[in-house]
């Protein structure tokens, strides 16, 4: 069988590993489309075919619960994000970012949960009015990478999960401490015009028993998750 | 080339296709009347048809959308009736296709019309033909080349289609994943080589394809003077 | 056959009125001079010609009444037109052209191969349109005209760009073909005109000004050329001696005058 | 002033040579059936034809010259070319047209008002082209062509649409400009070529049959027409009496032959 | 309207109006050569011209990226000559847009040039005019309606440009947010008030502009039959 799931760009690629053990144990394929949260949920809101939702906050979730456009009681929490600052050269740090003059890549903010938190961490720093004009803002948050990863830009604000997956050095890059931004809670929904809900709630088990994976590749796992 | 492209480039192939064919039955009769007709409205009927050039794509999208999202009445509509919602379904991607393409098939139509100017039709009445058999016999093989134009920069224009598919399609593999998204994703998911193969195939094909249709044409030129 | 017409309008500033009745046999002539309306009137009754209003009757066959809503589509019409500029379909060769007149014709009067010799294009066939000098052109054209084998046919100064020879030539299988296909036949040539024409009809300036049998009406064509039979020729003298017909130039003594030999099978047909 | 050429190609299957020295003064005519290549020749000479090899000189200048890969293009050749299609610019009236045409003449040579009389184009002067009648466009072509002051000019078939008084208003003139500006002449009718050339070039098909004084080439042109001068003319009788002048047309009696007077105005000024 | 939006439509339309006005200019003499010319070299020219028409604009996009990073020599150069990198800046967008609009200017000329014929200019040329006598007199004249038509679809192709946008302008309010990337934010962010705003404001602004447009020419076109 198969399943579509929608995925905020964040965790993309960690799904795709998942996802490949996934089909080896199962049999089954997993289709993956990826995109910034605010997106995904607007094509779900307009009747997009997805069976399974992993959104890179709990906003958008909520939204669907009430909506009542999930299964009762999927609604879990996946994953927590964080948030990295990249400077391609330099020793990136607190400072580093607060003294930053040029262009600065963020995911956009309305679209994309790590765009909102880049913006919390700039506005907390003091620097939306010095970068007014300066910010480029990707459509989601793998657009913002390859922006500095391409060299158009140098330096943004990313997923460590993807400065982890490409193998970056740690000192080009600095963990954005978790209280400097609302909480990149990262959950998941099975949503109810799914044509396969049991697969698709079995998709999901399956990621949350892949603690080890999630943690490696940057991201913490949160004590709901724990419980279950 | 991985099985997601291949399917992105059938699906791409595939909605070019239909939409290029579909609109290629449906415009000349719009064009030949835009391009003779005294009637005071040609002008509203000319703006409506060349709309979508100069909407963005994401305007014609968001309409789209709302029309086609089951929220709505048009869109419930739709729904009952296919059984499944119309955005980001291939049906979907044909109609968005369509309205999207319609003027780059219409003017090269138009304009071959015009200028074919109304002598050799004279003549053709004259001689007893009708509507139907001028437009087989003297029109169609006098504006030859125009057909094919539109049809290709329909097909080319649907085959770049990208704000409009991005809005109605999303990016479902094997249903509205067509390449200019795929590609999109790779550039975003830094899969450069997988871009690479993309894009610079792509890039061949449609220079091969160009190279050989205008390299026909200019044949043809070359033996009549005119064909 | 009887073709009646009552027509008015204008074109820009050019008035245009005309009003006749017209016996169709064999071919009337149409003469005037440059930009008195001929074109428009030939255009007018083939239907191409939305601007002028009025009345057209063929046959007893209503073709336009104005006054009720009546514009026949000219491949209704059976009318046949030759264009001062050809028109040939440039896409076909004349073979293609010629074909694609002959699915026309609801009644095949002309045999395709005396079509090909009567206008001369026999060795044009297999060339594209294009490629055809102007003379040759013309000649598809009338060939063209001809296959459709229309009720009546229009010839706008079909003769024009023609050499002397091609023209004699086509003049006789014009005058041939004129029994099964009615014409009116523009043309510039008094000489052309008086042969080939009759009745005649005279073109003023948007308006009809005289129509008749070209042995009445032919004497107010412009007064230089007339014809004459010869009484008498002595070749050693080169002496010459003829009796002027009707409508003759003016002539004095010492002045010098063109010649022109009228081929024996001119008019014999129609007039004769 | 010389013009001299001699060019080879073929057109499709149509074979071209041609060779000739012409020594250009007053209107040289250039005469041939249907087909045979006039307009080629002049579209060679004006270098609108790239497809023909060899060598074109005018007045020592040397236009084309295939071997030493000369070809000069039209615009530096000041060949005026008057089309047998008339090619008037459409977007401009008749007096656009014209002064277009003015602003390229390195001397003025004739006055406007002089062109607009002598075409008879007085009141088309701001019509709009493509309004015009096949005539009314022709007589713009000439003097638009006239205007542009050129160092020789080439007319096809110029007078092909016009009614009689036009055409031997304009023959005069034409007879009359060919002083500053010598012409090169492509009629079908043989007493226009007769009377208005002098010499006469004729063409038979691809090539150049002869070359000469129109006294002595004349005579080829084809026998249906003659000259004559009036010995003996009695009103009442209506007996005529002429003198067959050398190229005459073979007689007999009871022929009908047609009468041209020439007007005393022609040749004139060219040949005495 | 809120500011930001108005200001998207200022940088949208200073993209048109700069990339349009820079096309009228380059194209006129490449649409003559690709109109006239029998050169073996040709059909390789058309294919090239008319490849941003079949190409998605994403690829463009990914290949200007790619030339724009300062990490390749081209983009390396760039900077060196405009003192910043080319990607997300106003000129970036300029040069992405000149490109990708190309064919839509060439097209419409080409056919233009094409379709006026040689009688008229064969005549200029005897009447001693030269290259450009001809083409300010005649061939200016007598294809004005080209000239529109291209200068209209360049402009409107520009105005609803996206996928290039999306990829080399990095969304920066008032530099390089234009109309389509605002309006595709709004609509994903689900702010449907301002994304019905801005695309109703558009529609109405471009219907209008359309129909007075084809308006003109009708009008002008009655009164001449030719203009
Ligand atoms: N669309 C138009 N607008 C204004 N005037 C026009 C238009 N069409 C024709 N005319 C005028 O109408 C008159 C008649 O034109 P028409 O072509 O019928 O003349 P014609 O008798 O055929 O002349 P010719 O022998 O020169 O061909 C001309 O004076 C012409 O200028
Ligand atoms: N492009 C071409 N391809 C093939 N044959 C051609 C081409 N152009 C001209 N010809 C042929 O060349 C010959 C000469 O043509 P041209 O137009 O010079 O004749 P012309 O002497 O002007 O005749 P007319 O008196 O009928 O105008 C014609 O037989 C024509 O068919
Ligand atoms: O992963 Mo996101 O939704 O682009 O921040
Ligand atoms: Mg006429
Ligand atoms: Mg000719």
């Known amino acids: 069988d198969e399943l579509k799931v929608a995925v905020a760009a964040n965790f993309a690629h960690t799904l795709s590993k998942v996802a490949e053990r996934f089909e080896a144990e199962t049999g089954h394929r997993v289709r993956i489309s990826s995109g910034a949260t605010g997106a995904l949920y607007t094509q779900i809101q307009h009747g997009a075919p997805f069976d399974l939702f992993l959104a890179a906050d709990s906003h958008r979730p909520q939204l669907?619960?009430?909506?009542?456009?999930?299964?009762?009681?999927?609604?879990?929490?996946?994953?927590?994000?964080?948030?990295?600052?990249?400077?391609?050269?330099?020793?990136p740090s607190e400072q580093s970012l607060a003294q930053w003059q040029a262009?600065?890549?963020?995911?956009?903010?309305?679209?994309?949960?790590?765009?909102?938190?880049?913006?919390?961490?700039?506005?907390?720093?003091?620097?939306?009015?010095?970068?007014?004009?300066?910010?480029?803002?990707?459509?989601?948050?793998?657009?913002?990478?390859?922006?500095?990863?391409?060299?158009?830009?140098?330096?943004?604000?990313?997923?460590?999960s993807q400065l982890r997956s490409a193998e970056v050095d740690p000192h080009h890059y600095w963990v954005v401490p978790d209280h400097y931004h609302a909480p990149l809670e990262q959950q998941a929904v099975v949503l109810r015009r799914s044509t396969n809900p049991q697969l698709a709630q079995q998709l999901l088990d399956y990621l949350n028993r892949q603690q080890r994976l999630l943690t490696d590749a940057g991201y913490q796992v949160s004590a709901h998750v724990a419980q279950r | 080339m991985p099985s997601a492209d291949l399917e992105a480039l059938w699906v791409t192939f595939k909605l070019a296709a239909i939409t290029t064919l579909s609109?290629?039955?449906?415009?000349?009769?719009?064009?030949?009347?835009?391009?003779?007709?005294?009637?005071?409205?040609?002008p509203m009927v000319e703006?409506?048809?060349?709309?979508?050039?100069?909407?963005?794509?994401?305007?014609?999208?968001?309409?789209?959308?709302?029309?086609?999202?089951?929220?709505?009445?048009?869109?419930?509509?739709?729904?009952?009736?296919?059984?499944?919602?119309?955005?980001?379904?291939?049906?979907?991607?044909?109609?968005?296709?369509?309205?999207?393409?319609?003027?780059?098939?219409?003017?090269?139509?138009?304009?071959?019309?015009?200028?074919?100017?109304?002598?050799?039709?004279?003549?053709?009445?004259?001689?007893?033909?009708?509507?139907?058999?001028?437009?087989?016999?003297?029109?169609?093989?006098?504006?030859?080349?125009?057909?094919?134009?539109?049809?290709?920069?329909?097909?080319?224009?649907?085959?770049?289609?990208?704000?409009?598919?991005?809005?109605?399609?999303?990016?479902?593999?094997?249903?509205?994943?067509v390449i200019s998204i795929a590609l999109f994703e790779h550039v975003e998911a830094l899969a450069y080589d997988q871009a690479h193969m993309l894009a610079g195939g792509l890039l061949a094909l449609s220079m091969a394809l160009l190279v050989f249709i205008y390299g026909f044409l200019q044949q043809n030129e070359r033996r009549w003077g005119y064909w | 056959m009887l073709l009646s017409f009552d027509l008015h309008g204008h074109l820009g500033q050019f008035q245009f009125d005309a009003k006749c009745d017209l016996q169709m046999a064999g071919i009337t002539g149409l003469f005037g001079p440059s930009g008195v309306g001929k074109t428009t009137l030939l255009r007018a009754i083939a239907g191409l010609n939305r601007t002028l209003e009025g009345r057209i009757e063929l046959d007893g066959r209503v073709l336009q009444d104005s006054d009720r809503g009546i514009f026949l589509p000219p491949e209704q019409r059976r009318i046949g037109m030759v264009f001062q500029d050809s028109r040939l379909f440039p896409h076909l060769t004349v073979?293609?052209?010629?074909?694609?007149?002959?699915?026309?014709?609801?009644?095949?009067?002309?045999?395709?191969?005396?079509?090909?010799?009567?206008?001369?294009?026999?060795?044009?066939?297999?060339?594209?349109?294009p490629s055809l000098s102007a003379g040759q052109r013309q000649r598809v054209a009338i060939a063209r005209a001809l296959m459709a084998a229309p009720k009546i046919l229009l010839l706008d100064e079909p003769l024009a760009a023609l050499d002397f020879a091609s023209r004699q030539h086509l003049m006789g299988f014009l005058n041939d073909s004129a029994t099964p296909f009615p014409m009116v036949y523009i043309s510039h040539s008094v000489s052309e005109t008086l042969s080939l024409c009759d009745p005649l009809i005279l073109m003023g300036p948007g308006c009809i000004d005289a129509v008749g049998p070209t042995d009445e009406v032919g004497q107010r064509l412009p007064k230089r050329r007339g014809h004459a039979e010869v009484t008498h020729y002595d070749p050693a003298t080169r002496q010459l001696t003829l009796t002027l017909a009707e409508h003759a130039p003016e002539l004095e003594a010492g002045q010098v005058v063109g010649l022109v030999s009228e081929p024996r099978w001119l008019r014999s047909g129609s007039t004769e």
């Open chain 1, 64 to 91: 669907l619960e009430q909506e009542q456009k999930i299964l009762p009681g999927s609604r879990v929490t996946y994953a927590i994000g964080q948030l990295a600052y990249w400077q391609r050269s330099g020793e």
């Open chain 2, 47 to 177: 703006a409506i048809v060349a709309l979508p050039l100069v909407l963005p794509p994401t305007v014609l999208g968001f309409y789209l959308l709302l029309a086609f999202s089951p929220q709505y009445s048009v869109g419930a509509m739709f729904e009952g009736l296919f059984g499944h919602s119309l955005a980001f379904s291939f049906a979907g991607l044909v109609i968005g296709s369509m309205i999207y393409s319609l003027p780059f098939v219409v003017q090269p139509l138009q304009s071959g019309f015009v200028t074919m100017g109304t002598g050799e039709l004279e003549a053709a009445a004259t001689l007893g033909m009708g509507r139907w058999k001028r437009f087989h016999y003297v029109v169609f093989p006098m504006t030859k080349r125009s057909f094919l134009l539109a049809a290709m920069l329909g097909f080319a224009h649907t085959l770049g289609e990208f704000g409009v598919v991005l809005m109605i399609g999303g990016n479902i593999p094997g249903e509205t994943q």
């Open chain 3, 95 to 129: 073979r293609g052209n010629l074909e694609l007149a002959k699915r026309q014709a609801r009644d095949k009067v002309i045999p395709l191969q005396k079509v090909i010799d009567g206008c001369g294009i026999r060795d044009l066939m297999d060339k594209p349109a």
């Open chain 2, 23 to 42: 609109l290629i039955l449906v415009c000349p009769p719009l064009a030949w009347w835009l391009a003779h007709s005294r009637s005071r409205l040609r």
């Open chain 1, 103 to 160: 262009k600065l890549a963020i995911a956009n903010p309305r679209l994309a949960p790590y765009g909102a938190a880049a913006r919390d961490v700039l506005g907390r720093l003091g620097l939306v009015p010095k970068l007014k004009g300066k910010l480029v803002t990707g459509s989601n948050i793998l657009q913002t990478y390859q922006y500095v990863d391409s060299g158009n830009v140098q330096a943004g604000l990313v997923a460590l």
